[in-house]
């Protein structure tokens, strides 16, 4: 039979509700202002709702936990929290390897043809990046 665990004050379960329904409005508000993409929005707020749902179903956890042999919950759910982060960090360093390397690359092509057009102005006897300047002065003559 499992050691019996505490459960939950119910102090500490309003505590966490209140907490994880102020996260839901937060993330939705940064999604509203567009300083979240949708699609890790949609994380947060599975995350929000998972968070919301522990103060109701901790007896249940704790049952659950416990007939699996876990001597503290806390313990698991700092452990399951440490591997999602994990899970996160490693999916946002995909990402920004995916932002870098297209980056790279389009800086390598703006390179390419900033070439390519010198090379063509020069066939044409124009220097290059006078554009703005000739076009101005044409501008300023007609006047």
Do not use: C
Request: proline share 4%; glycine share 6%; no cysteine.
């Amino acid at each position: 039979m499992p050691p019996a665990t505490e459960s939950m004050d119910i102090k500490v379960r309003v505590v966490v509700f209140v907490l994880s329904m102020l996260w839901l409005l937060f993330v939705l508000r940064m999604v509203k202002r567009r300083k979240i993409w949708e699609r890790y929005a949609i994380f947060w707020v599975y995350l929000g709702f998972a968070v919301l749902l522990v103060p109701l179903f901790v007896d249940v956890f704790d049952s659950v936990l416990g007939s699996l042999g876990v001597t503290h919950p806390p313990s698991f759910f700092f452990l399951v929290s440490i591997l999602g982060i994990l899970l996160l960090l490693l999916q946002l360093s995909v990402e920004i390897t995916t932002l870098v390397r297209r980056s790279r690359d389009t800086v390598q092509e703006l390179a390419i043809l900033d070439e390519r057009v010198r090379r063509l102005e020069k066939e044409l006897g124009k220097p290059h990046g006078d554009e703005s300047v000739n076009a101005g002065a044409g501008s300023e003559a007609k006047r």
